[in-house]
């Protein structure tokens, strides 16, 4: 691949990133007998690939919207927490066995909180069916405990639900490589956890992908994003703000510095200044548009996350 006159091995360096992301993402997963990674790089359209060279700033490649609240409620923080902290904290320090296809469902109903677990669990790290119940009674505790730097709701947990360890007949979510899409079941692009980590069907949602699209013009990617960080900021650097949703709507062809629409919904707390809050909110959404290619930046230096 060619650009401005000098030659890049785009595809040698797609698939050393490939091989490096499964390699640290699932350590389980053997790269030379599990996984055949493959690359294969096309021309993008004419009139799209012409949006990059028309001005300073990226012109929009599509007409889309991205969504971004903060802060975390607290179900928000209890299910992003446990599905971070059993694979990170727990999985070092005493359970090996667990898999990094982890998933959380978190229900409030008034002043209870239920979390769902799934959680597959690395075969060769089981030694047998007691081992495995037990393993399980640890990460349930595990939880349980860990719920409690976030809430003072009561709370409850099931891990891997579906199992079946009684009437002669076991079934377990058990595994080889600690995911399951070693059965093919390796989920798609955009169905996956939106860019703050979760999936919130009770908020306001994108339901573009913010995976595996350019961090240049790609308004899928950037504005899903952007949107993100300017919530956390609003709430970071306004005071007396409750709750803050941001959309941002595109125009193809359009500079990206200059959405068709940026909308800011703010929940102040009680008694608060509205007319400062909607004043020192708008100074921190417009110095993000102006700065809005700091986005790619940070991507480019993996500072962001993408689900």
């Not at 446990?82 to 066995?97: N, S, Y």
């Not at 667990?98 to 959380?104: A, H």
């Not at 891990?159 to 390796?186: P, R, Y």
């Not at 509205?274 to 700091?294: G, H, M, P, Q, Y």
Request: some cysteine; proline content about 4%.
């Amino acid at each position: 691949m060619e650009f401005d006159g000098m030659e890049i091995p785009a595809e040698a360096v797609a698939l050393q990133a490939a091989r490096e992301y499964v390699r640290n993402t699932i350590p389980a997963m053997d790269l030379e007998r599990d996984m055949i990674i493959d690359c294969k790089l096309g021309t993008g359209s004419s009139d799209l690939r012409d949006v990059f060279t028309r001005d300073h700033v990226p012109m929009a490649n599509d007409t889309s919207f991205g969504v971004g609240h903060a802060p975390f409620s607290e179900l928000e923080q209890v299910v992003y927490n446990t599905e971070r902290q059993l694979l990170t904290d727990l999985k070092k320090k005493m359970i090996p066995g667990i898999g990094e296809d982890i998933k959380v469902m978190g229900l409030r109903e008034n002043d209870d909180i239920s979390l769902t677990i799934c959680c597959g669990m690395v075969g060769r790290h089981i030694d047998d069916m007691d081992h495995y119940i037990n393993a399980k009674e640890e990460m349930t505790e595990y939880v349980l405990d860990l719920a409690t730097k976030y809430t003072d709701r009561i709370v409850s947990a099931r891990i891997n639900a579906a199992d079946k360890v009684d009437g002669g007949c076991d079934c377990v979510f058990l595994t080889v490589t600690g995911t399951s899409a070693e059965m093919g079941d390796d989920g798609s692009v955009g169905r996956g956890n939106r860019s703050n980590g979760l999936i919130t069907p009770s908020r306001p949602m994108s339901m573009e992908a913010t995976s595996g699209k350019n961090p240049i013009n790609h308004i899928g990617k950037i504005y899903n994003l952007l949107s993100t960080q300017m919530a956390r900021d609003v709430v970071s650097a306004v005071d007396e703000v409750s709750d803050v949703h941001i959309k941002l709507l595109s125009q193809i062809g359009m500079p990206i510095d200059q959405p068709l629409v940026a909308s800011a919904q703010v929940i102040p707390e009680d008694g608060a200044n509205f007319a400062a809050i909607r004043s020192e909110a708008e100074v921190v959404i417009d110095d993000w548009l102006e700065n809005i290619t700091k986005i790619t930046d940070m991507v480019v230096k993996g500072e962001l996350d993408t689900f």
